[in-house]
C-alpha cells in the first residue's frame, strides 16, 4: 500500500475543493486531490452546469430558426436535433474543459490521485484508487468537498429502474414523447425548456402553490407567460404532491399525486424524472472517524471560513448544505484556502451570491426581491421593461424586464432581479453593486455602451435615481 504524507489532501476535485486547491499549491504547500469520477470538474462539469447549457444552447438555436423570417431571412428549414451529434459536441466540450482542468492543476503543483477517499481518522485518509489497490493519505489540512447528488423521494416508485433523475435526463439517449417532471424547481425549468423545445409533452408537478417559488413571483410569471406565448409544450401544475410512481410497461409509467384540492390525481408520461432537489453527498465517508457529526439535512455544518467544527478539516461547496450553486462552491473554496494559509483576520463579509436559471427567458437574481419589501418599510421596488431598449429591440426579444430593491435612505441597491434576453450576463453588474455596497448613483452615473442590454441596468438605475435624490448617493 502507499503511504503518501502532504500539507493538504481534497476530497473531491470540482469548484468545492479545485480553486481552493490550486490557491494552496501556488503558495508552497503540499496538496493532493482525491477524485473518483473521470477527471476533475465535479457535478458542474460532468452532470450539472455545463452539459446542461451545451444543450440548452442547442435548444434555443432551434427556436431561433423558426423565427429566421422576422430578421429576413427566407429558405430557411426547419431544425430537427440530431441527438448523436448533439452528444458528441457535449463530449467534446467536456472533454477540452478536463484537459484545461488537468492543466491548470499540473502548473499549480498539484498532485491528482483518481480514487474514492475516505476518514481513516482526523489526519488520515484511505483511498481506493481507480487501478484497485489502496493508498493512505496523511494531511495537516484536509478540504472536504464530496458535493452532492440528486435527492430522492421517499415515495413508492421513486426508486424504480428507469425513473430519471437529472443525470439521467442529461445523458439525452432519447426524446420521449411525454415526460413528468417531479418538482418545480430550477432543474425542473430547465429541463422542461429543453425537452419541450426537443418536442416532448412535458408536465411539471410542483407540490407548493407556485413554479420556482425561490424566485420573485412576478419573476416567474414572465416566464410561465413566454411558455405560453410561443406554445412550448410545458403544463405546470401546482400544489401536486407526488405519492406514487409507478411502471405500466417500457416507456408507460404513471404518477399519482394529490392535487391542490386534496383529490387524488393519476397522469400518465412516457418517462418520470425526478427534480426535488439534491443532499450532501455524504453517505460513502466516514465522518464519525473524523470526529465529525453532519447537521439534520446530512450536511456538514461549518462556520464562516467553512471550517468544521474539527478546525483543520475544511468542508466548501454543496456538501455543507448552505448555497447549492458551483460559483458559491469556488468562492468557499477560495476563502477556505485563504484562511488555511492564515490570510484571514476576520471572517469574510456575507457572500453575495447570484444565481441563474437558464430557461427562455432566462431569469438572473440577487439579493433582496419584491417579497422583502413588506418587511423593509425603507426599501423602495423599480422596474424598468425590456421593451423600453435598443439592444433588445434589434434582437427581437422584448419578453422581460429588470427590477432593483433599493434603500431609499441611502440609495444603495438591496437586490436586482433580471428575467429575459441575456438576465445572466446582465446580473454581474448588479452583484457587483451589491458586494461593494454601492449606490443606485453610482450605476446611473457609469457610462453604458450604446447599443447593449447592459442599458437595461443603467436605465433601470435612472428610473430608480429619478424617483428620489436618495438614489444619487
Ligand atoms: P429545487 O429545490 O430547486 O426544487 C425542487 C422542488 O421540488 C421544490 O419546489 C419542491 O417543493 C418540489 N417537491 C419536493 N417534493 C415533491 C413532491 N413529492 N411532489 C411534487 N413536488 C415536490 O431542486 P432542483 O430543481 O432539483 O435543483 C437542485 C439544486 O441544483 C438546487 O439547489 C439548485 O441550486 C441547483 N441547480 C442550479 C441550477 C442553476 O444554477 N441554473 C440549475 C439546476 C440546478
Not at 391542490?260 to 464519525?288: D, H, Y
Request: proline share 6%; hydrophobic share 45%.
Amino acid at each position: 500500500m502507499n503511504a503518501l504524507a502532504c500539507d493538504v489532501v481534497t476530497i473531491g476535485g470540482g469548484p468545492g475543493a479545485t480553486p481552493g486547491a490550486e490557491l494552496l499549491a501556488r503558495s508552497g504547500r503540499r496538496v493532493i486531490v482525491v477524485e473518483q469520477g473521470e477527471g476533475l470538474g465535479g457535478t458542474c462539469l460532468f452532470q450539472g452546469c455545463i452539459p446542461s447549457k451545451i444543450y440548452l444552447e442547442t435548444a434555443r438555436r432551434l427556436r431561433e430558426l423558426g423565427q429566421a423570417h422576422r430578421f429576413g431571412i427566407v429558405g430557411t428549414v426547419a431544425g430537427r436535433p440530431d441527438l448523436a451529434a448533439l452528444r458528441r459536441r457535449k463530449a467534446d466540450i467536456l472533454a477540452a474543459r478536463v484537459r484545461g482542468a488537468h492543466e491548470a492543476a499540473r502548473r499549480a503543483g498539484l498532485t491528482v490521485l483518481r480514487g474514492t477517499a475516505d476518514f481513516l481518522d482526523p489526519h488520515e485518509l484511505t483511498v481506493r484508487l481507480a487501478g484497485g489497490e489502496d493508498a493512505r493519505v496523511t494531511a495537516k489540512t484536509v478540504i472536504c468537498a464530496p458535493g452532492s447528488r440528486p435527492a430522492g423521494l421517499a415515495i413508492p416508485g421513486a426508486d424504480l429502474e428507469g425513473v430519471w433523475s437529472s443525470a439521467d435526463a442529461l445523458e439525452l439517449r432519447e426524446v420521449p414523447t411525454s415526460l413528468v417532471i417531479v418538482g418545480g424547481g430550477y432543474i425542473a425549468c430547465e429541463l422542461a425548456t429543453l425537452y419541450g423545445t426537443l418536442g416532448t409533452r412535458v408536465r411539471i408537478l410542483e407540490a407548493l402553490p407556485r413554479l420556482l417559488s425561490s424566485e420573485d413571483p412576478g419573476v416567474v410569471e414572465v416566464l410561465v407567460g413566454k411558455w405560453a406565448e410561443e406554445e412550448l409544450p410545458v403544463e405546470v401544475v401546482v400544489g401536486a404532491r407526488v405519492e406514487r410512481i409507478a411502471s405500466l410497461g417500457a416507456h408507460t409509467w404513471s404518477v399519482t399525486y394529490r392535487d391542490a384540492a386534496g383529490e387524488e390525481a393519476m397522469v400518465p408520461a412516457a418517462r418520470v424524472l425526478l427534480a426535488v432537489g439534491r443532499s450532501p453527498n455524504t453517505s460513502g465517508i466516514s465522518f464519525q472517524r473524523a470526529g465529525i457529526e453532519l447537521g439534520p439535512r446530512g450536511e456538514v455544518p461549518v462556520n464562516d471560513v467553512f471550517q468544521t467544527r474539527v478546525p483543520h478539516i475544511y468542508a466548501p461547496g454543496d456538501v455543507n448544505g448552505r448555497v447549492m450553486l458551483a460559483h458559491a462552491a469556488t468562492w468557499q473554496s477560495l476563502v477556505a484556502a485563504r484562511h488555511i494559509l492564515g490570510q484571514l483576520t476576520e471572517p469574510p463579509p456575507p457572500a453575495v451570491v447570484p444565481h441563474v436559471i437558464f430557461t427562455d427567458p432566462e431569469i438572473a437574481a440577487v439579493g433582496a426581491d419584491s417579497r422583502d419589501l413588506a418587511t423593509h418599510p425603507g426599501w423602495r421596488l423599480t422596474r424598468w421593461p425590456y421593451a423600453g431598449d435598443a439592444r433588445a429591440r434589434i434582437v427581437g426579444d422584448l419578453t422581460g424586464f429588470a427590477q432593483m430593491v433599493w434603500d431609499a435612505g441611502t440609495g444603495r441597491v438591496q437586490g436586482v432581479q433580471v428575467v429575459g434576453h441575456d438576465a445572466g450576463e446582465l446580473i454581474a453588474e448588479a452583484t457587483h453593486a451589491i458586494t461593494h455596497e454601492e449606490t443606485v448613483g453610482s450605476i446611473a452615473q457609469t457610462i453604458h455602451a450604446h447599443p447593449t442590454m447592459n442599458e437595461v441596468i443603467s436605465e433601470l438605475a435612472a428610473a430608480a435615481l429619478s424617483e428620489g435624490p436618495q438614489g444619487a448617493g
